[in-house]
Nanobody, 115 residues
Framework: QVQLVESGGGLVQPGGSLRLSCAASGSIFSNNIMGWYRQAPGKQRELVAAIFSGGRTNYADSVKGRFTISRDNAKSTVYLQMNSLKPEDTAVYYC?????????WGQGTQVTVSS
């Protein structure tokens, strides 16, 4: 079992920044993928960004150039730095851990971009 604890969501004005963190604990495998998904009201959950244990990253086109995903393998923690936030980034953001064909999810953290 893997437990994921997210933090860092909140309310921010358009153009502002937020940093999300997700700490994993439990049966952590060294070869894994950690990422962030988001789900806005009435929409499907979508991938925002993912990072492999070796450092390779993937981003949704809508966040490229604005969001940066990073990880600290020693702390089993993944971060999402979100800059130049837009109202359409408003959603519940979920942390995801994937290894050996099993996925785990965090409880979600609300990000609201509004003036």
């Amino acid at each position: 079992q893997v437990q994921l604890v997210e933090s860092g969501g909140g309310l921010v004005q358009p153009g502002g920044s937020l940093r999300l963190s997700c700490a994993a604990s439990g049966s952590i495998f060294s070869n894994n993928i950690m990422g962030w998904y988001r789900q806005a009201p009435g929409k499907q959950r979508e991938l925002v960004a993912a990072i492999f244990s070796g450092g390779r990253t993937n981003y949704a086109d809508s966040v490229k150039g604005r969001f940066t995903i990073s990880r600290d393998n020693a702390k089993s923690t993944v971060y999402l730095q979100m800059n130049s936030l837009k109202p359409e980034d408003t959603a519940v953001y979920y942390c995801n851990y994937y290894a050996r064909s099993v996925a785990y999810w965090g409880q979600g953290t609300q990000v609201t971009v509004s003036s």
